[in-house]
């Protein structure tokens, strides 16, 4: 049994704090952190109800490395688990180091004035991290995290080498407002208006955000239009899968969605660069963010499901030639409401952070250094994914995607 420091107090961490407390063998006491100190108790108080597990409670600006180390300290957790936003990672990573405990996270660094997630700067970290014995493990929610898990599950047991992959993200929900994102809009929107990335024969192809479009019929949910997107994990993928010829990342949108984003985006909402207005200096897109629906009042009226998963093709580990694989996840959003009180982007973040956190405490992934999802064993996470609520299954396809 292990002591755990979770920062953020999102849907996200709701998630992945109900889902710690209902492994209690695991997580054998389980704090909880955030600049919102109402926000960590009304987990708090959830968990309480749901489980009879007591979580602490503590507010704290996890960009004050000061503060943050002396409260790691105080507390003495095993691990840190970062689900506060992705501005946080590097001080979280410092802080960590200070204090010489492990780091998780579900999302790469981003600096606060520039849309540019990459890998670079966490990766800076490794020799730091692998001096003091210490293990940090980026990137384990969804996507990225459980995408790249399949990948390398298929890489283990039906595929030599991976030579395209599609990692496709639909979310099928609906939760009756006009305009809302699933997760922290400021984040979410970044990434949707960012300039869409592929990997093609050892290099990035870039072409204008949401430009290219192609319709698939996704099991649990029907058609839809999916976007071709740039993605996090397309970058570690690129990196730990070096054969591979072209790795893409699709996102479902409905026609309403794309309405409203263009129309905010064409006025100006969307920038991140600062504006005055009456005096102050704003964000417009922070001030977006905060007249938004906040994701976490969402569960309640979404309905539907996500199927969030990868094709890949390559040459088959058992010498039969080139074959495609299927490997996905359905979630329903109103179970996953049922179980944690949360919708189905957060639960399919949140339980792959618990169950990461899960393999670094159990000693199932062990190491020292900086550590990408993609450089540790797929089947420990992937047997506790089926038992956590985020079961998956595989199929054959005829061939790659015609498009
Ligand atoms: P939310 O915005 O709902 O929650 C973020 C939390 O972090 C809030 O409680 C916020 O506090 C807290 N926070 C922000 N700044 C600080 C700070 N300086 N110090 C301490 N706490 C702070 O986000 P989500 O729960 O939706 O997402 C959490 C993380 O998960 C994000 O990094 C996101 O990118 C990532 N994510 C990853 C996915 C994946 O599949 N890999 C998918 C979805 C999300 P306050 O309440 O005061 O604002």
Same mark, same amino acid.
């Given at each position: 049994?292990?002591?755990?420091?979770?920062?953020? =107090?999102?849907?996200?961490?709701?998630?992945?704090?109900?889902?710690? @407390?209902?492994?209690?063998?695991? *997580?054998?006491?389980?704090?909880?952190?955030?600049?919102?100190?109402?926000?960590?108790?009304?987990?708090?108080?959830?968990?309480?109800?749901?489980?009879?597990?007591?979580?602490?409670?503590?507010?704290?600006?996890?960009?004050?490395?000061? =503060?943050?180390?002396?409260?790691?300290?105080?507390?003495?957790?095993?691990?840190?688990?970062?689900?506060?936003?992705? #501005?946080?990672?590097?001080?979280?990573?410092?802080?960590?180091?200070?204090?010489?405990?492990? #780091?998780?996270?579900?999302?790469? &660094?981003?600096?606060?004035?520039? =849309?540019?997630?990459?890998?670079?700067?966490?990766?800076?970290?490794?020799?730091?991290?692998?001096?003091?014995?210490?293990?940090?493990?980026?990137?384990? !929610? *969804?996507?990225? $995290?459980?995408?790249?898990? *399949?990948?390398?599950?298929?890489?283990?047991?039906?595929?030599?080498?991976?030579?395209?992959?599609?990692?496709? /993200?639909?979310?099928?929900? /609906?939760?009756?407002?006009?305009?809302?994102?699933?997760?922290?809009?400021?984040?979410?929107?970044?990434?949707?208006?960012?300039?869409?990335?592929?990997?093609?024969?050892?290099?990035?192809?870039?072409?204008?955000?949401?430009?290219?479009?192609?319709?698939? /019929?996704?099991?649990?949910?029907?058609?839809?239009?999916?976007?071709? %997107? &740039?993605?996090?994990?397309?970058?570690?993928?690129?990196?730990?899968?070096?054969?591979?010829?072209?790795?893409?990342?699709? %996102?479902?949108?409905?026609?309403?969605?794309?309405?409203?984003?263009?129309?905010?985006?064409?006025?100006?909402?969307?920038?991140?660069?600062?504006?005055? #207005?009456?005096?102050?200096?704003?964000?417009?897109?922070?001030?977006?963010?905060?007249?938004?629906?906040?994701?976490?009042?969402?569960?309640?009226?979404?309905?539907?499901?996500?199927?969030?998963?990868?094709? @890949?093709?390559?040459?088959?580990?058992?010498?039969? !030639?080139?074959?495609? *694989?299927?490997?996905?996840?359905?979630?329903?959003?109103?179970?996953?409401?049922?179980?944690?009180?949360?919708?189905?982007?957060?639960?399919?973040? $949140?339980?792959? =952070? %618990?169950? $990461?956190?899960?393999?670094?405490?159990?000693?199932?992934?062990? !190491?020292?250094?900086?550590?990408?999802?993609?450089?540790?064993?797929?089947?420990?996470?992937?047997?506790?994914?089926?038992?956590? $609520?985020?079961?998956?299954?595989?199929?054959?396809? @005829?061939?790659?995607?015609?498009?």
């Amino acid at each position: 049994m292990s002591k755990v420091l979770v920062i953020g =107090a999102g849907g996200v961490s709701s998630v992945c704090v109900h889902k710690m @407390a209902m492994n209690a063998g695991i *997580f054998g006491e389980i704090h909880l952190a955030s600049r919102t100190l109402s926000k960590c108790d009304a987990i708090a108080d959830s968990v309480k109800q749901r489980t009879g597990v007591d979580i602490a409670t503590y507010a704290i600006d996890a960009e004050d490395v000061p =503060a943050l180390t002396a409260l790691i300290r105080q507390i003495a957790p095993k691990l840190v688990v970062n689900l506060a936003l992705p #501005y946080q990672d590097l001080p979280i990573m410092d802080a960590c180091l200070e204090a010489g405990v492990n #780091y998780l996270d579900t999302a790469n &660094y981003e600096p606060k004035d520039e =849309a540019k997630f990459e890998y670079k700067w966490q990766w800076a970290y490794q020799e730091r991290f692998a001096e003091k014995g210490l293990m940090a493990l980026l990137g384990s !929610g *969804f996507d990225p $995290g459980v995408t790249s898990v *399949f990948a390398m599950w298929l890489k283990k047991h039906k595929l030599k080498t991976i030579r395209l992959l599609d990692i496709l /993200d639909c979310n099928g929900g /609906d939760h009756g407002q006009h305009f809302a994102t699933n997760f922290n809009p400021e984040i979410n929107i970044r990434e949707v208006t960012a300039p869409a990335r592929h990997w093609r024969d050892g290099q990035w192809v870039e072409t204008p955000a949401m430009t290219i479009r192609e319709n698939f /019929d996704f099991e649990g949910v029907g058609p839809k239009n999916m976007y071709l %997107m &740039y993605h996090e994990e397309l970058e570690s993928l690129a990196r730990f899968v070096p054969e591979l010829e072209r790795g893409r990342f699709w %996102m479902t949108f409905g026609d309403a969605y794309i309405n409203h984003l263009t129309v905010l985006q064409n006025v100006g909402m969307t920038r991140i660069d600062p504006v005055v #207005y009456n005096g102050q200096e704003i964000i417009p897109l922070q001030f977006l963010a905060a007249v938004l629906p906040k994701p976490e009042t969402l569960g309640a009226t979404t309905k539907g499901k996500t199927n969030i998963g990868d094709i @890949a093709t390559g040459e088959a580990l058992d010498g039969s !030639g080139e074959r495609t *694989f299927y490997i996905y996840n359905i979630c329903d959003h109103e179970e996953a409401f049922h179980e944690t009180g949360n919708q189905a982007i957060s639960y399919t973040t $949140g339980v792959p =952070a %618990m169950i $990461g956190a899960a393999m670094m405490l159990t000693g199932a992934w062990a !190491g020292e250094g900086v550590f990408n999802i993609e450089q540790l064993d797929p089947d420990p996470f992937m047997a506790m994914l089926n038992t956590q $609520g985020l079961p998956w299954q595989v199929k054959e396809l @005829a061939g790659p995607l015609q498009f």
